[in-house]
């Protein structure tokens, strides 16, 4: 039988039942409030009477709500026709064997309403095949997200009173005085997350740099900090290098080994046994999820993200880099409108899965010789606009020791600047939409391609 000839799927006891326990229990009506919307009712009458509770209850603070007060409010707003007359309401209260079940009932209608949302969406999906003109990818992409929203639903997220929010902000401030524990997942290095404040839920950062600079080197030694000193679980987009690559760089940051001997396979007797107990180390820590699809289309990028965070519960993602994600547009589509999709679909992404996404960005040539601002972001404005925070690196210059070889063992306890392989790289914070701007130094070491700390005043 065709989905059409069938009547959608409902439950008009549980929904009689749902407004008449709110009618006649004080706490039915707690419990249940948030729980459902008006749109999870089938039949007209209970989805506007449900909605006139909630009304009355926000009109209303502090009185109590019972068959005589919703009918006098309904008569008020000219809707009791709507909701069957006083009749039909006052015989609501008669179909609930206990308020007790409240909850259950409410869970029964939620579940309905589910189902109909899945014949709805489904019948979307099989509009859009047979429009041609839709581009493919961005059907997809929509309707996954559609089902994923669905998958998750296990209530709707209510709206709440601004006393609240700042009570939980009092709170949240007090916890940190007390730990000294930064609200937000720490990048590992003290300077940065003095400044941020660590990366937050639902924002999307954008690291950016002038090639060979070393994005994709700070970009895997905070996520190497994160999973595995944190033991917070990562997810890495390497559009660009291979996901063994990146197995070969955290290998030698961890074990202090050179990334020349690792890559060549050359490693010198006497470092052999640190690399291979870093190596079990890295094994063991279990949380990070490597993709290294090059030139990913944007709609598979975002499908496997929410699979990381939905299978694995990754907390935070980075994706290396932008200008490589493919947006799947039609070929006379700008440049830079290409980019802003990209961009305002990772800034979505990221309120989506209420997970901060890092992306890595270049720095257009003009940035080059001179200190980078956010007007040298390629290829986009949008990427400026839509970012939260914005760090962006330039290299000033390196020192040198004539005569040493890049690959001589360096004594870990010197200070940067006895260091012949470490790069000085100035952090600039260009953009925070929730702090401020500023800057600090970081030494890149070119031996295990990895960040440090720099050893001086910020």
């Known amino acids: 039988m065709a989905i059409s000839n069938q009547v959608p799927p409902q439950n008009i006891d549980a929904e009689r039942a749902v407004i008449g326990a709110m009618l006649q229990s004080k706490q039915a009506f707690e419990d249940i409030n948030g729980l459902l919307t008006k749109d999870d009712f089938y039949k007209t009458a209970h989805s506007v009477l449900y909605q006139s509770i909630l009304d009355f209850k926000q009109d209303n603070p502090g009185q109590e709500i019972d068959i005589i007060t919703i009918v006098d409010y309904l008569r008020n707003h000219d809707t009791l026709d709507i909701c069957g007359g006083m009749a039909y309401i006052a015989g609501l209260t008669s179909n609930v064997p206990t308020t007790t079940n409240a909850r259950y009932y ?105 090639p060979s600079v070393g994005k994709t080197a700070f970009a895997l030694s905070i996520a190497g900090n994160i999973a595995i000193r944190q033991q917070k679980r990562v997810g890495f987009f390497s559009l660009e290098m291979s996901g063994s690559s990146l197995a070969d760089r955290m290998l030698s940051a961890e074990s202090n080994v050179s990334f020349s001997y690792i890559r060549n396979g050359k490693i010198p007797t006497n470092d052999a046994d640190r690399v291979f107990k870093s190596a079990e180390k890295l094994y063991e820590m279990d949380t990070m999820w490597i993709q290294d699809t090059p030139n990913m289309k944007l709609y598979d990028l975002r499908s496997q993200a929410r699979k990381m965070v939905h299978e694995n519960g990754v907390q935070i993602i980075f994706i290396d880099y932008i200008g490589l994600i493919d947006p799947d547009m039609k070929g006379d589509v700008p440049r830079f409108e290409q980019v802003g999709m990209v961009s305002r679909s990772l800034k979505q992404l990221a309120r989506e899965l209420e997970i901060p996404v890092v992306v890595l960005c270049q720095v257009g040539r003009e940035g080059e010789k001179m200190e980078p601002t956010l007007a040298n972001l390629r290829d986009s404005g949008s990427i400026e606009q839509d970012a939260d925070l914005v760090i962006i690196l ?65």
């Open 106 to 210: 409410a869970k029964i209608v939620k579940d309905y309403s589910i189902r109909r949302q899945m014949l709805d969406i489904s019948s979307r999906i099989k509009d859009s095949a047979y429009d041609e003109s839709s581009v493919l990818t961005n059907a997809l992409d929509d309707f996954e997200r559609q089902f994923s929203d669905i998958s998750n639903l296990s209530g709707i997220k209510s709206y709440v009173p601004a006393k609240t929010l700042i009570m939980q902000s009092v709170q949240s401030l007090e916890e940190r005085r007390k730990t000294g524990v930064i609200d937000g997942i720490q990048s590992g290095y003290k300077g940065l997350d003095q400044i941020i404040g660590g990366f937050k839920n639902s924002e999307f950062i954008i690291i950016a740099a002038r």
């Open 394 to 458: 330039h290299k000033e210059r390196r020192y040198e020791n004539i005569g040493s070889s890049p690959d001589d063992p360096v004594d870990p306890s010197a200070s940067s600047q006895d260091r012949p392989d470490v790069q000085k790289i100035k952090i600039i914070i260009a953009k925070q939409r929730n702090g401020e701007v500023g800057y600090l130094s970081m030494g890149l070491r070119s031996r295990t391609v990895h960040f440090e700390n720099w050893e001086e005043e910020i």
